[in-house]
């Protein structure tokens, strides 16, 4: 099968961006799919390599002509979103796309792909892991890790039955080996 997808959905602090950089190392035929987004970068954060970052009144723009094959306000003011020449660019290679994406855009994109995709859901161990994990990367504030967690357990819940692999993220070597399994199977397909 050619033109495949591999979507990764995940509540904040899951540890899906760890899977997803030890899959794309180990097989050279997946490419990362750099959403856009209207938040500002973060760190060291740079255009075209994490995001592509815009203004909002850009991605509003860019909403009306139709440039996305999805998009989503994720939080609000922060618009993300799929742009339909970032999926083309890495077709035009011959590469499996990989999406980073959150729960809603993840289901959307499956719908979109279909038998085109492999969607799997990284669940984190627990809620109170979850808030211990995203205060220990210490990128972000309390208000924040509130408004993650809050937005996990919500997400936990409406992705039970929607996604073809729930992965448990219990142990990290662990997850690592299962999601090479996965992703191995579906790319010989
Ligand atoms: P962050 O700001 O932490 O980089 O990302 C916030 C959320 O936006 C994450 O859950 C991430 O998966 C999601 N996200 C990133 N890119 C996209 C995208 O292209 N579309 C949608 N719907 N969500 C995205």
Request: charge should be negative; hydrophobic fraction near 40%; charged fraction near 25%.
């Amino acid at each position: 099968m050619n033109n495949k997808v591999i979507i990764f959905s995940a509540p904040s602090g899951a540890g899906k961006s760890t899977i997803v950089n030890h899959l794309l190392g180990l097989y050279p035929e997946l490419e990362f799919s750099i959403s856009a987004t209207s938040r500002a970068p973060r760190g060291q954060e740079q255009h075209g390599v994490e995001y592509y970052f815009f203004t909002a009144d850009d991605f509003r723009r860019m909403i009306a002509e139709e440039k996305f094959v999805e998009y989503e306000e994720v939080y609000a003011g922060s618009f993300y979103g799929t742009l339909k020449s970032e999926v083309e660019r890495i077709w035009a290679k011959g590469n499996t796309i990989i999406f980073d994406i959150d729960v809603q855009g993840g289901v959307n994109l499956k719908r979109i792909f279909g038998e085109q995709a492999l969607s799997i859901f990284i669940q984190a161990p627990s809620v109170d892991i979850l808030r211990e994990r995203l205060i220990g990367r210490g990128t972000d504030t309390q208000e924040a890790i509130d408004r993650r967690v809050a937005k996990a357990a919500s997400e936990m819940e409406f992705a039970a039955g929607k996604f073809d692999y729930v992965l448990i993220n219990d142990d990290l070597q662990t997850a690592k080996s299962e999601a090479e399994k996965v992703v191995g199977d579906f790319l010989s397909k």
